[in-house]
């Protein structure tokens, strides 16, 4: 199965690091990271497991868990993150999901074949408190993940769901949006902006961000 944009993530049960996980029980009305790893006591797993602890409080006020596999053991898991813990100063406070039958690497497609046929590839999904996938991104087993595009995609996501805005190339919290081209009553433009807006063109409009409590939700 080839999962897309859009698309339900699918539900599992599986153990991990912090006991039997049921996908969608546990992520409740949060926003979930589900990622994959190539395998356990690896160098760049290691730092990567490692930065995503000491983001916990930014993944917290987005409303974001966090839960990391790999097709290692539940014991395997516990072991390194012993390592992880102590090599990269940090707690590790999410779950790691086990998957030695890679059941749920399957389900997600996170084995590519012609990458490595037995262990994951670094696969991200982003998913909404609707269970929708929102965004997918593989990287090869060399590349560490950049986790604060991870978390200005987040951003991004939760901006444009609740304003009729998207957001452009490189855009941080606070910087001007895009007013989406499908918005072209100038009475409800006046009321969702009052700040204004900069017509470039007819179909790029910039206006202040609507947001103005980042941080603070």
């Known amino acids: 199965m080839s999962l897309r944009l859009g698309d339900i ?4 049960e599986q153990q991990s690091s912090d006991g039997p996980i049921r996908f969608h029980e546990w992520l409740g009305d949060s926003w979930g990271v589900l990622f994959s790893h190539p395998a356990d006591f690896t ?3 290691t730092t990567e497991l490692g930065l995503t602890a000491k983001l916990k409080d930014a993944f917290a006020e987005r409303d974001v868990k966090a839960i990391a596999l ?14 992880i813990n102590e090599t990269q100063n940090c707690v590790v406070n999410f ?4 998957d030695p039958d890679r059941k749920v690497s399957e389900l997600y497609g996170m084995i590519h074949p012609k990458a490595d046929d037995t262990h994951t590839v670094r696969s991200l999904f982003v998913i909404d408190p609707n269970k929708v ?3 997918m991104i593989t990287y090869p087993a060399s590349t560490g993940r950049n986790f604060n595009e991870i978390l200005r995609v987040i951003d991004s996501l939760q901006l444009t769901d609740n304003h009729k805005v998207a957001t452009p190339g490189n855009w941080e919290r606070g910087e001007d949006v895009v007013i989406v081209p499908s918005l072209q ?5 006046k009321q969702r902006f009052p700040k204004g807006y900069d017509k470039v ?11 103005t409590n980042w941080g603070g939700e």
């Open 9 to 12: 993530a699918p539900d599992f």
């Open 185 to 189: 009553d100038e009475e409800e433009i």
């Open 201 to 211: 063109r007819h179909y790029l409009r910039m206006t202040p961000d609507p947001k």
């Open 133 to 135: 996938i929102r965004l």
């Open 43 to 45: 160098p760049v797993c």
């Open 70 to 83: 790999s097709v290692d053991s539940v014991d395997s898991h516990l072991e390194w993150i012993k390592d």
């Open 95 to 98: 779950p790691i999901i086990a």
